[in-house]
């Protein structure tokens, strides 16, 4: 079932344009992850969505309606972080989350439980009498999250939920996204690479407002050049003769050295959609090369995230000389 | 409108988190009772009635009521948290009223803090308390007015210094709309008919009408219509500028 539906959105500030002309859908279940450098149009694609930006064109719609004839009706239906996890820092998280909740309609012992619940799964017990602005980060952060889960709403957007958190925050944070996934749709923005593999379900990847990736996490990595690709150390250096061995197994690509913290290691390059593990294992091993470690790799994300993303920034180089 | 009540009490009591309301309070009446033993001479006129109380509500309000109007936008802007309230089911309008109203009920409570003025010119002598309540609607309506202004001026910066000087100078304005100072500007080339609009729209002239006593429908016509046209144009505003 299809949550959210964006097509064709654009945004122009003055004659800047900030989003130009992409289209997704999220469905249900879904956790969808949105990649991008600073600055590619991540947030404003967020805001549009949850009606805080209007589209200078384009469609929205959240859960079969529309963003421009029920933008209050969408936003009952979203909970939202903005960028940075903004709240009045002069409250405490209680009466914050108390004020949210009457916004959103509940009243009375409905009114303390949900705020009880929010409190509970954004861990705030420990700040709850505290003024926001006083609290650390992470707690910021937690106190925006529970904000945006407090009335269990279908759709989820968050614009780097995990900004600023320690590596144990940003593990609770996954473990809560996770969770909730299976009964939402879920929009997360970030730009820690390694987060698509944990959180999310499907990626997009913007760059100066375009769509440029729209897939699972590991076709991401099928794209990288490292995709299947095996890095072996030996405790002697390979002969010419030996590595012209290598190079002949069906399916290798290419064969380069590296050095990585003073250790020489070969990596393996593999032609697309093919495996060489257990060939080149047999092989080494047929040849009894002196092998110390042996491993496969899935795929360098941060080298494709770069080489898609400025890719496009070439071609538009290209395009203005 | 349902979401007018979560934003005014969530607004309201945000006066009272911060030390703003008790130094507002604390000034306002410390202010009041200067102007009004002092330069307004409440003793030596030896007549039982509030009028040298009343006639310097306009000139406190100039100042005070920007300070206290300056943070409900510019605030919201600067700290990123208009981004969190108007993505959740509230409209605009509902935003704008629930914090003007929060804003007007705290000019309110200073107001009603002066109460033991009316009961000290009460106990000194006989005064006409009908015409007391007058200049206290009068002067709680001219608070709205000033408010209004103040709180539209707020939803174009994000600058909170900017708001309050702006606002003073507006709030000025309007108080001298039917003096000179202010006539004369357009006096020399514009129409007559429109010299008459702009004195009538004298903060002074309607209120001192309303402290002599006499409530008329047009001076209160005027103040909330006033209000509205402010408010609507900060409704405007809101939607226009938040995002900048």
């Known amino acids: 079932m299809t949550m959210i539906s964006v097509s064709n959105l654009r945004k122009q500030f003055d004659q800047f344009t900030v989003v130009d002309g992409i289209s997704f859908s999220v469905k249900k279940g879904e956790v969808l992850g949105f990649l991008g450098p600073n600055g590619a149009g991540k947030s404003t694609t967020m805001k549009m969505i949850t009606g805080f930006l209007a589209p200078t064109s384009g469609e929205v719609e959240v859960c079969g309606l529309n963003i421009d004839s029920d933008p209050l009706a969408i936003k009952k239906t979203i909970g939202y972080l903005p960028e940075g996890a903004p709240a009045y820092g002069d409250m405490t998280p209680l009466s914050f989350l108390h004020f949210i909740a009457e916004i959103r309609g509940y009243r009375g012992a409905e009114k303390a439980q949900k705020v009880d619940l929010a409190i509970k799964k954004a861990n705030l017990e420990s700040v709850i009498h505290k003024p926001i602005e006083n609290l650390s980060k992470g707690f910021k952060r937690r106190v925006g999250l529970a904000q945006a889960i407090l009335h269990d709403p279908p759709v989820l957007i968050m614009d780097e939920p995990t900004d600023g958190l320690d590596p144990n925050q940003k593990h609770e944070v996954r473990e809560l996204i996770a969770e909730m996934a299976k009964d939402k749709a879920i929009i997360v923005s970030t730009h820690i690479l390694e987060e698509v593999h944990a959180i999310c379900t499907r990626a997009i990847i913007i760059a100066q407002g375009k769509l440029l990736f729209d897939g699972t996490p590991d076709e991401l990595e099928s794209r990288s050049r490292y995709h299947n690709s095996v890095v072996a150390r030996f405790s002697t250096e390979l002969s010419k003769d030996a590595l012209d061995k290598v190079k002949a197994l069906p399916g290798v690509a290419a064969v380069e050295k590296e050095s990585l913290d003073g250790v020489e290691q070969y990596v393996v390059f593999a032609k697309p959609d093919k495996g060489i593990a257990e060939p080149l294992a047999q092989l080494i091993k047929d040849e009894a090369w002196p092998m110390d470690e042996y491993f496969v790799q899935k795929g360098h994300l941060d080298e494709v995230f770069r080489r898609i993303t400025t890719e496009s920034a070439d071609v538009r180089r290209g395009a203005l000389s | ?244």
């Open chain 2, 1 to 244: 409108m349902n979401n007018i009540l979560p934003i005014f009490k969530r607004e309201f009591q945000n006066y009272f988190a911060t030390p703003v309301a008790y130094v507002f309070l604390v000034v306002f009446l410390a202010l009041t009772g200067v102007f009004t033993f002092y330069l307004g001479g409440f003793f030596e006129r030896s007549q039982a009635d509030l009028l040298p109380f009343f006639n310097y509500h306009p000139w406190l309000y100039l100042f005070l009521i920007p300070a206290l109007s300056m943070r409900l936008w510019a605030e919201e802007r600067k700290s990123g948290t208009i981004e969190l309230l108007m993505t959740l089911p509230i409209s605009t309008t509902e935003a704008v009223l629930g914090k003007f109203f929060a804003a007007w009920a705290f000019t309110g409570i200073a107001l009603a803090l002066t109460l033991p003025m009316w009961i000290t010119v009460n106990y000194l002598g006989n005064p006409d308390n009908l015409v007391i309540f007058a200049s206290y609607l009068g002067s709680f309506l001219m608070a709205g007015a000033f408010l209004a202004i103040g709180s539209c001026i707020s939803a174009i910066t994000s600058n909170q210094v900017i708001a309050f000087v702006i606002a003073v100078v507006i709030c000025f304005l309007f108080i001298l709309a039917g003096f000179p100072l202010v006539l004369d500007f357009f006096s020399s080339w514009a129409p007559q008919m429109m010299i008459d609009a702009i004195s009538s729209l004298s903060f002074l002239t309607h209120f001192s009408s309303i402290a002599k006593g006499v409530i008329d429908m047009r001076d209160l016509v005027f103040f909330v219509s006033f209000m509205g046209c402010w408010l609507f144009a900060n409704v405007i505003l809101v939607d226009m500028k938040k995002a900048n």
